[in-house]
C-alpha cells in the first residue's frame, strides 16, 4: 500500500509559477509516478510522468515546454514545477504511482488513469486571467 499527499497548491495571477510536491510513504517500489488534474466539467487528463528507474519523463502537449516532473529519491518524492501558468491550468491536481508501468508506458503516454492504482486527495490550482 502506497499513501501519496500532495501539497503546493494555490492561487495565481497568469504567467506565473508554482511547484507541488508529492510525498510518498509505505510499500514505495513504484516503477511511474506522476500527475494528473482535473478542471470542472472535464475528464482527467495525464499531465506528467517520470519513470522512476531512470528519470525518463512524458509530458502532455498542453503542458510541454511548461512543467517540469522531477524526483528527489527514487520512489518517494516526486515534484511538478509549473510555470507560465495559464487560466486553463486551473484544476485539481493529483499525484498517481503505478507499480506496474514499465519504461516504454511510462515515458511514451501510453496509459490511463486506471494504469495508477495509487491517488494523492489533489491539490487544487487556480489561475486567473
Known amino acids: 500500500l502506497v499513501q501519496l499527499v500532495e501539497s503546493g497548491g494555490g492561487s495565481v495571477q497568469a504567467g506565473g509559477s508554482l511547484r507541488l510536491s508529492c510525498a510518498a510513504s509505505g510499500d514505495t517500489d513504484s516503477s511511474c509516478m506522476g500527475w494528473f488534474r482535473q478542471a470542472p466539467g472535464k475528464q482527467r487528463e495525464g499531465v506528467a510522468t517520470?519513470?522512476?528507474?531512470?528519470?525518463?519523463?512524458f509530458y502532455a502537449g498542453s503542458v510541454k515546454g511548461r512543467f517540469a516532473i522531477s524526483q528527489v529519491n527514487a520512489n518517494n518524492s516526486i515534484y511538478l514545477k509549473m510555470n507560465s501558468l495559464k487560466p486553463e491550468d486551473t484544476a485539481v491536481y493529483f499525484c498517481?504511482?503505478?507499480?506496474?508501468?514499465?519504461?516504454?508506458?511510462?515515458?511514451?503516454?501510453?496509459?490511463?488513469?486506471?494504469?495508477?492504482?495509487?491517488w494523492g486527495q489533489g491539490t487544487q490550482v487556480t489561475v486567473s486571467s
Open positions: 517520470i519513470y522512476t528507474g531512470g528519470g525518463r519523463t
Open positions: 498517481v504511482a503505478s507499480n506496474y508501468l514499465g519504461l516504454r508506458r511510462c515515458s511514451g503516454g501510453d496509459f490511463s488513469e486506471v494504469d495508477f492504482v495509487y
